[in-house]
């Protein structure tokens, strides 16, 4: 009974994103149905949710910077042109699977490696659609390209905080997490290979429905997708060894960049698009500078400014203002732009935040964690679907991490498998659902001009994501149920 109270919030959340309710209602009736069952059912104290609440505050602010910074960035590059010349450069011929997977196994979680909380979304979703791709394909694309790199993620505080509560050496942890996720990285290159070349074929269509592909072309997108995302895997892997898990993605993604960069422009980077590439690489290299300045530095607001990619993402909007050429009207847009969308994709990531803290601080995490333990050496199984609520519920691997990885933890203990290993469960399997989060998902179709979006867009990409993630994980709750049980 216990454990059915404390899902009952997380299920009215889910029931009310398949509504057309506004972004902001589901995790505010989520936050007021957790709060009532907390204090009411589970005996927790307003004080606890206050602590819960406060503790969880800097997070807050710096999503919301981050947020912003990266909005700003997004539409200095659209209002400039630059957004447009770069996706000429990056893929001459268009809508291709190999622009798709450039896309999607290279710039993508590239961006999202050096900065993280959904600012790749922000940047990638335009550059998807510039391409040619259809606005809810590029949407699911986009996000696919995150379905994997989380563990790397913003230079990997997630797999810190995992580090930290397993007692393993954060190379091992980055390790660990990497097997973890191969499932993810196939499921994305498998999904990203057929999503692209269904939508090209729409595109070329002689009419507006597109021909059924064949069952030979969808195992051929299928195995395209499929080489891309173990290729990667492996230079992630073994990045991640060589080198270090901060910067492990972020590596591993700008190789395959140039590579798929390479083949679709036959070998040759020139022409480049010049100053369009100007604020890009002023986020990559500073927020890269900033994370090692940041350690030299010492814990302090000065740290925080340097490591924080919303410092970044900002210079590199104030770079682009003032070296592109544009129009008169970006100066007034691009300001009034910046605002409107901020508060829209703010408020319901601000919301979720929220109610991952009321879920953690009202005992409900705790409830439901518990009432899983019971299941014994199944608890394997359902282990990477643990991981995944709670991914699903904060849409941070940092939090999701707090959250169960004590948990997680004590309850291996009695199977006989180690802390690195529960723990890289919860950091993978959190990790890949993140991009399930309602949040993440309103980023991506608040990315799509209002002209080009519909009612039915938001469903139209949960469809497809819920069931990548889904698969996702029940791959890896097999996987781990007899990996373990015969390690």
Same mark, same amino acid.
């Given at each position: 009974?216990?454990?059915?109270?404390?899902?009952?919030?997380?299920?009215?959340?889910?029931?009310?994103?398949?509504?057309?309710?506004?972004?902001?209602?589901?995790?505010?009736?989520?936050?007021?149905?957790?709060?009532?069952?907390?204090?009411?059912?589970?005996?927790?104290?307003?004080?606890?949710?206050?602590?819960?609440?406060?503790?969880?505050?800097?997070?807050?602010?710096?999503?919301?910077?981050?947020?912003?910074?990266?909005?700003?960035?997004?539409?200095?590059?659209?209002?400039?042109?630059?957004?447009?010349?770069?996706?000429?450069?990056?893929?001459?011929?268009?809508?291709?699977?190999?622009?798709?997977?450039?896309?999607?196994?290279?710039?993508?979680?590239?961006?999202?490696?050096?900065?993280?909380?959904?600012?790749?979304?922000?940047?990638?979703?335009?550059?998807?659609?510039?391409?040619?791709?259809?606005?809810?394909?590029?949407?699911?694309?986009?996000?696919?390209?995150?379905?994997?790199?989380?563990?790397?993620?913003?230079?990997?505080?997630?797999?810190?905080?995992?580090?930290?509560?397993?007692?393993?050496?954060?190379?091992?942890?980055?390790?660990?997490?990497?097997?973890?996720?191969?499932?993810?990285?196939?499921?994305?290159?498998?999904?990203?290979?057929?999503?692209?070349?269904?939508?090209?074929?729409?595109?070329?269509?002689?009419?507006?429905?597109?021909?059924?592909?064949?069952?030979?072309?969808?195992?051929?997108?299928?195995?395209?997708?499929?080489?891309?995302?173990?290729?990667?895997?492996?230079?992630?892997?073994?990045?991640?060894?060589?080198?270090?898990?901060?910067?492990?993605?972020?590596?591993?993604?700008?190789?395959?960049?140039?590579?798929?960069?390479?083949?679709?422009?036959?070998?040759?980077?020139?022409? @480049?698009?010049?100053? $369009?590439? #100007? &604020?890009? +690489?002023?986020?990559?290299?500073?927020?890269? *500078?900033? /994370?090692?300045?940041? =350690?030299?530095?010492?814990?302090?607001?000065?740290?925080?400014?340097?490591?924080?990619?919303?410092?970044?993402?900002?210079?590199?909007?104030?770079?682009?203002?003032?070296?592109?050429?544009?129009?008169?009207?970006?100066?007034?847009?691009?300001?009034?732009?910046?605002?409107?969308?901020?508060?829209?994709?703010?408020?319901?990531?601000?919301?979720?935040?929220?109610?991952?803290?009321?879920?953690?601080?009202?005992?409900?995490?705790?409830?439901?964690?518990?009432?899983?333990?019971?299941?014994?050496?199944?608890?394997?199984?359902?282990?990477?679907?643990?991981?995944?609520?709670?991914?699903?519920?904060?849409?941070?691997?940092?939090?999701?991490?707090?959250?169960?990885?004590? @948990?997680?933890?004590? $309850?291996? #203990? &009695?199977? +006989?498998?180690?802390?690195?290993?529960?723990? *890289?469960? /919860?950091?993978?399997? =959190?990790?890949?659902?993140?991009?399930?989060?309602?949040?993440?998902?309103?980023?991506?179709?608040?990315?799509?001009?209002?002209?080009?979006?519909?009612?039915?867009?938001?469903?139209?990409?949960?469809?497809?994501?819920?069931?990548?993630?889904?698969?996702?994980?029940?791959?890896?709750?097999?996987?781990?149920?007899?990996?373990?049980?015969?390690?």
């Amino acid at each position: 009974m216990t454990a059915l109270l404390a899902a009952a919030p997380i299920l009215v959340t889910i029931a009310l994103l398949l509504t057309r309710l506004p972004a902001w209602a589901p995790p505010l009736a989520g936050i007021v149905s957790a709060t009532v069952v907390g204090v009411w059912a589970l005996g927790s104290s307003p004080a606890s949710l206050y602590a819960a609440s406060l503790t969880l505050l800097p997070t807050l602010i710096k999503v919301l910077a981050i947020i912003g910074a990266g909005i700003f960035l997004s539409r200095v590059m659209q209002h400039s042109g630059a957004q447009q010349r770069l996706a000429d450069w990056l893929s001459r011929g268009g809508a291709t699977v190999p622009a798709a997977l450039m896309m999607a196994h290279g710039v993508v979680p590239f961006l999202e490696s050096v900065t993280g909380f959904g600012v790749s979304i922000i940047i990638g979703m335009p550059l998807m659609m510039a391409l040619g791709f259809p606005p809810v394909a590029s949407a699911v694309m986009v996000l696919l390209g995150l379905l994997f790199i989380s563990p790397w993620a913003s230079m990997g505080p997630g797999t810190l905080v995992a580090t930290e509560l397993s007692g393993a050496d954060l190379g091992d942890m980055g390790l660990a997490s990497g097997m973890m996720m191969l499932p993810a990285f196939i499921v994305s290159g498998v999904f990203v290979g057929v999503i692209a070349a269904r939508s090209i074929t729409a595109i070329t269509g002689p009419d507006t429905h597109s021909p059924r592909p064949s069952m030979g072309q969808v195992l051929g997108w299928a195995g395209v997708g499929t080489c891309s995302a173990v290729v990667l895997w492996l230079l992630t892997i073994g990045t991640n060894w060589l080198i270090g898990t901060p910067v492990a993605g972020a590596v591993a993604t700008a190789i395959v960049t140039t590579g798929w960069l390479l083949y679709i422009r036959r070998g040759r980077l020139a022409p @480049t698009p010049g100053h $369009a590439l #100007a &604020p890009y +690489g002023a986020l990559l290299v500073g927020t890269i *500078s900033g /994370q090692v300045v940041g =350690s030299w530095v010492g814990e302090g607001i000065f740290q925080d400014i340097l490591e924080s990619p919303a410092t970044w993402a900002f210079f590199a909007a104030l770079l682009g203002w003032a070296i592109l050429p544009a129009p008169r009207s970006m100066y007034t847009a691009v300001p009034s732009e910046t605002l409107r969308m901020w508060w829209t994709i703010g408020l319901p990531n601000a919301l979720y935040i929220s109610f991952g803290a009321v879920i953690a601080g009202g005992g409900l995490a705790e409830a439901l964690a518990t009432a899983l333990m019971g299941l014994g050496v199944a608890y394997l199984f359902a282990a990477p679907f643990i991981g995944a609520l709670s991914g699903y519920i904060t849409a941070s691997a940092a939090s999701s991490n707090s959250m169960f990885g004590t @948990t997680q933890v004590a $309850a291996g #203990a &009695p199977l +006989g498998v180690s802390s690195l290993w529960m723990m *890289s469960i /919860q950091n993978a399997s =959190s990790g890949w659902a993140v991009v399930s989060n309602p949040a993440r998902v309103e980023i991506a179709c608040q990315m799509i001009p209002a002209d080009r979006r519909s009612g039915s867009t938001r469903a139209l990409v949960f469809r497809i994501i819920i069931p990548a993630v889904l698969l996702t994980t029940t791959i890896s709750g097999v996987a781990c149920l007899l990996f373990l049980m015969l390690a």
